[in-house]
């Protein structure tokens, strides 16, 4: 059982929780890597990271959705 983050409503204790992300930032990471030449590379490769998440109802993550 918990409280909705979007509505309030305290949801019934049978219902599964939603987490809903709200706010992602793009994160760069560096992988290292030696060539076959032996050289020491980086590639560059960029991802999403979750920065904030709330727990909603049901009802409120199936608004969001559609
Ligand atoms: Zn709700």
Do not use: A, S, W
Not at 22 to 36: G, L, M
């Amino acid at each position: 059982m918990y409280k909705c983050q979007k509505c309030g409503k305290v949801t019934q204790p049978h219902e599964k929780l939603n987490r809903l992300v709200t706010q992602t930032r793009e994160k760069t990471y560096v992988n290292k890597f030696i060539d076959r030449y032996g050289n020491e590379c980086e590639k560059i490769t960029t991802g999403n990271e979750i920065v904030k998440e709330i727990n909603v109802c049901g009802k409120c993550f199936e608004e969001v959705m559609k």
